[in-house]
């Protein structure tokens, strides 16, 4: 059985953050058609419910990022690249996030949400990109 490392819990950590905040998107965007149906307000309760997990996942995927940052040996300057890129990704995905949360229109509810879904896919895929 191979070890146990700090890198690997660092990593764990980042993979699990990326799973709730990215795959959570993606379930609740699936599931929002559903929702509507079941009520009036389901949506939003659904939505302010994902919120509780979301947001400290985001945290931990900011916190265990700069961790990776320092961790991992980037000097070639096309993983440098690619490392800006990503991070600016995220900051985008985490805004576009943020004024899903608070549009009051469909339309800006909807652009927010696609925006922010695309961001967190975009910010998973460069991540992977760098592994």
């Known amino acids: 059985m191979l070890s146990v490392s700090l890198d690997t819990v660092r990593v764990f950590l980042h993979v699990l953050a990326a799973t709730v905040w990215v795959g959570g998107q993606l379930t609740l965007a699936f599931l929002v ?3 509507r149906t079941a009520g ?4 939003g309760t659904a939505a302010r419910a994902f919120n509780r997990v979301a947001w400290p996942a985001f945290a931990v995927l ?4 700069v961790w990776n940052m320092l961790a991992v040996d980037g000097g070639d300057p ?10 600016a990704v995220v ?3 985490g805004v576009t996030a943020f004024l899903h949360a608070r549009a009051r ?5 909807a652009a927010f ?3 922010s879904g695309l961001s967190a896919l975009t910010a998973l895929f460069l991540g992977v990109l760098l592994g």
């Open 78 to 87: 096309a993983y440098k690249t690619t490392l800006h890129v990503k991070m």
């Open 62 to 65: 900011a916190a265990t990022g």
């Open 40 to 43: 009036e307000g389901v949506t």
């Open 33 to 35: 058609p559903s929702l």
């Open 113 to 115: 949400g696609a925006l």
């Open 91 to 93: 900051v985008v995905s």
């Open 105 to 109: 229109s469909r339309g800006a509810m």
